[in-house]
């Protein structure tokens, strides 16, 4: 049980060019889902979808308590001023000296609720949560079925929800191999799942089911095709942006990939011409489910790394995995000696 009061920020786009971004987000909130976007700590927040009733008086009856509740939770909660902040039940809660109050989030005909605690002096909001320990749904992701670079029997798995325009995807993968891929050796396994960025990528959905197609015959040949895009997105994107040139790049590269590693060209001619997004669909609802927000979104035994963060953050996590699973990991990384400077 945890006491909840954070804030998170919403970053929207992808932009190629500059630097200080790093994450390539595409999860515009609908009126319903605002609460579970404002309200999140980790994956869970116990936020319900709730219509109060109409003509229902406020529970809060001194505006000044009310104005103070109001400021507070649209300061702490990045509450967007088009957002209507009202009060619904106050009640007796389970948690002594608190009651219970729903604070009512609406825009237009939409509405969400949200229970927060009251203290019974009106000096103190919180919130309250229960997790479940012994079913959090990162550390169970799925990966069945999905080509693995690594050893498949390490004990500790790297799951990268990915997408194969995204040039910050470019940059994390480039992080991971083959540095990162070098540094653990036989200790961790990597797999990849398709979470393409459609409404900002054009090709991104077509790369995903053509390396699809490409894995259903052989893992490593897909390792191959990932690696050729994620080294040489532009070339696929191409100066006239055209997405059908880009599409009819893509199967020309799977279709190289698949003489590389001889794959069936029948099997794999087929499978590019239907272009079943099924597969990579079902992925995208599952990263929605895990509250995957953009890409790169990597999950190490349930911990999670949003964004190309440099390859030290995702060692630390790697590295309390390790330990986790009973599993020494490298040595720390020595800082480079200072090149030796002249003296009198």
Partial sequence: MVWAATAQSLRFGCDNG??????????????????????????????????????TKSSIQDPVL???????????????????????ERKPSKIPGYDSLLINLSRGQHSSSVEFLISADNEKLGRFE????????????????????????????????????????????????????????DKVKFVYKDDPLVEIHPWA?????????????????????????HAHGQDVTGEDRDAAKSHATLDKIAREQGKIFTLDTAKLDACLKKQDDSAVQASMKEAEKLGVEGTPYLFID?????GAQPKEQVWLLIDRALRAAGVEPPPPVSAPAAAPTLAK
Avoid at 23 to 43: E, G, H, K, Q, Y
Avoid at 66 to 88: C, H, T
Avoid at 207 to 228: E, L, P, S
């Fill in 205 to 229: 959905m077509h790369a995903a089911i053509d390396a699809n197609c490409i894995a259903d015959q052989n893992g490593n040949a897909y390792w191959g095709y990932v690696d050729y895009l």
């Fill in 130 to 185: 229960t997790y479940d320990l012994a079913d959090i749904p990162a550390q169970h992701i799925p990966v069945d079925n999905r080509p693995i670079r690594g050893n498949p029997a390490a004990k500790v798995t790297v799951i990268s929800f990915d997408d194969l325009e995204c040039p910050y995807c470019a940059r994390m993968h480039q992080q991971l191999f083959p540095e990162t891929l070098e540094r653990y050796g």
């Fill in 66 to 88: 009310s104005r103070r509740i109001e400021v507070l939770v649209r300061s702490q909660f990045n509450i967007p001023a088009d957002y209507k902040v009202s009060f619904g």
């Fill in 18 to 55: 500059e630097d200080e971004r790093w994450f390539c987000v595409l999860r515009f909130p609908t009126p319903l889902t605002w609460c579970l976007l404002l309200f999140s700590i980790a994956a869970t927040v116990g936020c319900r979808a709730q219509t109060p009733a109409t003509g």
């Fill in 302 to 306: 349930g911990e999670h790394i949003d």
